[in-house]
Each structure stands twice: as structure tokens, then as C-alpha cells.
């Protein structure tokens, strides 16, 4: 039974589930054990979490045009002879 709740809290946590919600569907009445639950996944979350971030944040950087080039295309539209 106890592996089976710790693998249950860690999926728990590790797919976003509220900690509150954890606490209730397991029965605990005080946080120290969601404490120790989510301490063993809590280093991993992070790094999953900062590995998502980082994806995001070079997939955006990859799809935008540089400042210069944008600047020079705004220009080319504003100054076009009519």
C-alpha cells in the first residue's frame, strides 16, 4: 500500500495536481507529509519545468525575426513610393 501512495503522490504532483487535492484524496490532515511525498520529485519537477521553459523560450527566439531586420522591413513599407 505504501508504494502504491508514494507513486500516486509523485504522479500526482509530477502532472500538476494541487497539493490541497493530494492531501485530500490521500487522507492526511497536516502537510508534513505531503512534505515528504513530494520532496523525492520535487528535484526532477524542477527540472522538467525549467527544461519546458527553455524549449519555449528558443522557440520563440528561432520564430522571431532580429530587431534589426523587423525595423528594416517596417521602413521599406513606411517609405514606399506611391
Known sequence: MHRFRHHFSYTW???GGAEGDLMELN???SPQMLRRCGASARSARARRTYDRQAAATARRASSAAP???RRR???RRTHMPM
Open 13 to 15: 504532483l509530477d502532472r
Open 73 to 75: 522591413r517596417a521602413r
Open 67 to 69: 530587431l534589426s531586420q
Open 27 to 29: 487522507g492526511w490532515s
